[in-house]
């Protein structure tokens, strides 16, 4: 009756980064056990599981996206990367309040809900859920009763993966692998859209024409960076003229009073906590060069093609990124603070001298 082996075996054909293996290793069987069950059983109890389909066809013309699984902005993008796959659906998406702000004026879901009750009375042909967690599937039995439904994690859970090339992969599996294995590994990135407002808003800064970026702050210890302050002091050495432009969320406020203590230079700007994600995401988009930790700015730096320098720590860099980021990352095994100022200087001028950096036209 129950395959265990769903919440660790990837549901698609290919191949792809993931920490499967440490997963097994080290993660309690008998908890993921009575995790799957209940799921399974809770599917049951809402009477979804004769509706569960493992496949989205050409009938399959009106759909909403079910995302409450995704708990960061970061998380979202990656998770909701594969949209781009369903450009002839018309596809509704439903998920928390913060992760909703992240979809204005999106290219690809149609609308952008917040509130199940927004959607009660909609008629859909396929529902997408993201996971098979009791919030979604709760909430899928009371908006959409008797409407079939894929799931894109499905009981999948636990092994750490990419999760851009899991959205991917597992949405080409969804739709009947129309795409080679190579060819979703060339296409996998995240995208997001960047309303006309939040454009005018970061167009009335007048940004200098040439900057870079740096990310400050973070929510994890061991992924943020307390060097910056070094960094910034050797680029400028460097370069005289350059001008870096300082971001992040309220976070960063006590590394941003730091680093201006720290640097005293008219060439450094900050705009740290002053703008919300989308307008930060926009002036990100315009810097040659963003330097980040792992979080959901490098997300988005990845999204609008702006070349990152992003260092990491625990997670390698193949589990956070695919060939399609313009990257020169930097990763230690415990923490980035290990991460010198120097390797990280050294990292600017491999990415400089790159023939594929924009930074020398």
Partial sequence: MFDYKQTYTLPFKFDIPNYTKEFLNTRSIIKSWIKYVKR????????????????????????????????SLGDSLMDLSSRVLLTDKNVDLLTDKKNA???KDDLFFSSIFSNQKEVINKSYDLIIIDSYGTKSIDIKSNIATLTPF????????GPEV?????SFHQMNNLLGFNHAESEINKMAKSSMSISTFDKGIVESLKLPKNFI??????????????N?????????SKDTSLKIILLGSDNAKEAEKEILDKVSSSNLLSYVAKFTFNQTAQIISQANLLFCCDGGLMHAANALDT???????????????TISCRSFPLFDQTDVNNISAEDVILKYTEAYNSKHNYLLS
Avoid: C
Wanted: no cysteine; hydrophobic share 45%; aromatic share 20%.
């Fill in 40 to 71: 399974y059983l809770y599917i049951l109890f809402k009477d979804q599981n004769s509706l569960e389909i493992f496949q989205i066809t050409d009938k399959h013309k009106d759909i909403l996206w079910i995302n409450f699984s995704a708990p």
């Fill in 162 to 166: 990419n999760r851009v090339l899991f």
């Fill in 213 to 226: 970026a740096i990310v400050i702050g973070g929510e994890w210890e061991y992924r943020t960076y307390n």
């Fill in 101 to 103: 702000n992240l979809y």
């Fill in 150 to 157: 894929v799931g894109m994690y499905g009981y999948f859970n």
């Fill in 307 to 321: 070349e990152i320098i992003p260092l990491f720590a625990r997670l390698h860099a193949e589990m956070q990124l």
């Fill in 228 to 236: 910056w302050y070094k960094v910034i002091e050797k680029l400028l």
